[in-house]
């Protein structure tokens, strides 16, 4: 079964900063995979998709690579914002017929004004 | 438009109660996903519909009843549920398999009490 880990759990860094947010899967065989956004209490916001045949999406600040057969996806945000401050998840969908999305673990950010 | 919509946002219900999570999408979405989430853990897939029928069941206690009407409506029916039960239920849909773009878009949650 597909297993996502996401490093680091938790993440605090001051306004301004550039910084990485580091997601691994198991099983290289995947359909896809997307980052989300969520802030307490409230549901997942989409933030990319990227493809299994795609290396990198970009977003504004966001950019997110795929490194589809070491098993890993990155999602840099540049010059963070305390507005950025959310947990982040990331998910893959596996390449056999049903549709589940397999979710990582989350990093809580915070980014300090 | 790319909305999810759930409602109600809110529950609080006993555990003899039987009341109806209710999900909605006008994407012309055919997956649909009820995901339940735990405070701190990640979603945790409950069932997932495609082309309005049952593809996963993530072993979840009959205590939890999906049922999906149409294309654009996914319900979660709850019986007789326990205060372990209490926890942020999620609806998302895709747009399923062969459809290129799988993005997929979740609703804000019902945040469930059982008392």
């Known amino acids: 079964k597909q297993e996502v880990t996401q490093i680091p759990a938790a993440l605090s860094v001051p306004e301004g900063e550039n910084l990485v947010l580091n997601c691994s899967f198991t099983?290289?065989?995947?359909?896809?995979l997307q980052w989300f956004r969520q802030d307490p209490g409230k549901g997942l916001t989409s933030l990319l998709l990227?493809?299994?045949?795609?290396r990198e999406q970009t977003s504004g600040r966001l950019n997110a690579s795929l490194d589809k057969s070491s098993g890993r996806s990155t999602l840099y945000i540049a010059a963070s914002q305390p507005g950025d401050s959310a947990t982040y998840l990331c998910?893959?969908?596996?390449?056999?017929?049903?549709?589940?999305?397999?979710f990582g673990t989350g990093t809580r950010l915070t980014v300090i004004p | 438009d790319t909305e999810v919509t759930q409602t109600p946002k809110h529950l609080v219900m006993g555990m003899t109660n039987k009341k109806s999570l209710k999900c909605e999408q006008h994407m012309g979405h055919r997956a649909m996903y009820w995901y339940k989430q735990k405070a701190k853990k990640p979603p945790e897939l409950m069932f997932v519909?495609?082309?309005?029928?049952?593809?996963i069941n993530e072993s979840v206690p009959s205590r939890f009843s999906p049922e999906c009407p149409n294309s654009s409506l996914l319900n979660l029916h709850l019986h007789a549920l326990q205060p372990e039960d209490s926890a942020l239920y999620l609806c998302a849909s895709s747009p399923g398999r062969g459809q290129g773009n799988t993005e997929a878009f979740f609703g804000q949650g019902t945040r469930l009490t059982v008392v």
């Open positions: 990227i493809q299994s045949s795609q």
């Open positions: 099983d290289s065989a995947i359909y896809n």
């Open positions: 519909y495609s082309y309005e029928k049952l593809s």
């Open positions: 998910a893959v969908q596996d390449q056999t017929g049903a549709n589940n999305l397999f």
